[in-house]
């Protein structure tokens, strides 16, 4: 599935309040103009709202994002659980990168129902996902996410999002493309 098809259009039966279907993995390919530098692979495992998560990260010039679930859960938990992680990296990145390509799995949608869900999610991301290119570098990268990334880490991560709450999604906005249409005349 290519976002750059996408047309709310195409999807008027599809809403991401549809919250009972079920999937066991989601993979999402980011690219970027040269920052993803590599090759790099992480492989841990986490415990989200009790079912546990394989995460590999894959990054050689694009970065490949695979969550594997232990057993089918809701779609929008795994969505949930990959825009947290999609947080986690601007800390480490200084940006977000453009999701080219997302992919759902499982038992419980034909292939083609994952993919137009997975469009309605990518249709639903918040506008500070698309960081203002002031602030994208080519090798701007603060921190190798394969030398810190932990199951430790992630768990503060995640205590850290309930206790900034607004604040963090304030600064996220002050870094989008979004800024500069809200300042012009």
Not at 51 to 75: D, S, V
Not at 80 to 97: H, I, M, R
Not at 138 to 154: C, M, R, T, V, W
Request: glycine content about 4%.
């Amino acid at each position: 599935m290519m976002i750059s098809n996408y047309s709310p259009e195409q999807n008027k039966n599809y809403s991401i309040t549809d919250e009972e279907r079920l999937c066991s993995s989601l993979t999402v390919t980011l690219c970027s103009n040269g920052c993803l530098s590599g090759p790099h692979l992480l492989e841990i495992e986490y415990i989200f709202q009790n079912t546990k998560i394989k995460i590999t990260i894959e990054q050689n010039g694009i970065r490949i994002i695979t969550l594997i679930t232990n057993r089918p859960i809701k779609m929008k938990i795994l969505w949930n659980f990959n825009c947290q992680l999609e947080k986690f990296f601007v800390l480490l990145d200084g940006q977000f990168y453009l999701i080219k390509n997302m992919t759902f799995s499982g038992n419980d949608c034909t292939k083609s129902e994952y993919d137009t869900y997975a469009s309605v999610y990518l249709a639903g991301r918040p506008d500070y996902c698309k960081t203002d290119s002031l602030y994208c570098h080519a090798q701007h990268s603060f921190l190798k996410f394969d030398a810190i990334l932990s199951p430790d880490l992630l768990a503060k991560w995640f205590s850290m999002q309930e206790e900034l709450d607004i604040v963090n999604q304030i600064l996220l906005y002050n870094m989008t493309y979004i800024r500069k249409k809200l300042y012009l005349p």
